[in-house]
């Protein structure tokens, strides 16, 4: 079974941390995305990377950044975190023509 | 024009009965097709996935696509209160690097 990890369920965090969420797969997939799912608005795509070192910008890329040194770990970073980036964050990875496997998410509480 | 539509509901129907969820997308390009149940504060987990036209079945669960009408769409037969979820339409694009392009979901409860 396909494995996506993310590094914590639940984070709170002070408004100007910079906050890091890990995301890890055991699949070797190439593709990997950031969302950030609020109510009302579903699943936002932050960014995506479909290789080591490569990123695209999704729809909502403002306050945030990515990494990808290693195909298996796709990093979001939030430089300066706001209240309006408090939300579920979901990691997901895959390939060509099959779904997309999902994290169990991350809650981020930005006070 | 969103990618992906849905009605967000909320869809009620009584237990036993069928649930019809639809689901319209706009890029004739798009080529793969998924439809997603999420519990609340839960995340996504893949409930059908249909390539072709026509229908697929599993189990329970029906998932119906029409190309031509950029439509897709998932039944659920002998609706269980455990089947009480948002349900997400997802397609997938290779042009544009095989992302994935989702709905805002359509809420169901099942009532006993």
């Known amino acids: 079974d396909v494995k996506v990890t993310q590094s914590s369920r639940y984070l709170v965090k002070r408004t100007g941390e910079k906050v890091f969420l890990e995301c890890v797969q055991d699949?070797?997939?190439?593709?990997m995305f950031w969302y950030r799912q609020d109510p009302g608005l579903g699943l936002r795509l932050i960014y995506f990377?479909?290789?080591?070192?490569?990123?695209e910008k999704g729809d909502i890329p403002e306050g945030y950044s990515v990494s990808r040194e290693k195909k298996e770990r796709f990093s979001l970073i939030l430089e300066s975190a706001s209240t309006n980036q408090t939300s579920m964050y979901l990691c997901?990875?895959?390939?060509?023509?099959?779904?997309?496997?999902f994290g169990q998410g991350t809650r981020l509480t930005v006070v | 024009q969103k990618e992906v539509e849905q009605n967000s509901g909320p869809l009620s129907v009584p237990e036993g009965a069928i649930a019809s969820l639809n689901c319209t997308y706009s890029?004739?390009?798009?080529?793969?097709f998924f439809w997603y149940r999420q519990y609340s504060g839960k995340s996504p987990e893949l409930i059908m996935s249909?390539?072709?036209?026509g229908d697929k079945e599993d189990g329970r669960f029906t998932a119906q696509l029409n190309k031509a009408s950029q439509y897709v769409s998932l039944l659920i037969r002998d609706s269980q209160p455990s089947d009480s979820a948002t349900y997400l339409c997802?397609?997938?694009?290779?042009?544009?690097?095989?992302?994935?392009?989702f709905g805002t979901g359509t809420s169901l409860t099942v009532i006993p």
């Open positions: 997901a990875t895959g390939t060509p023509y099959t779904e997309a496997f």
């Open positions: 699949m070797d997939h190439e593709n």
């Open positions: 990377s479909y290789d080591v070192k490569m990123k």
């Open positions: 890029d004739r390009v798009s080529q793969s």
């Open positions: 249909i390539y072709s036209n």
């Open positions: 997802a397609v997938n694009r290779e042009n544009t690097g095989n992302q994935f392009y």
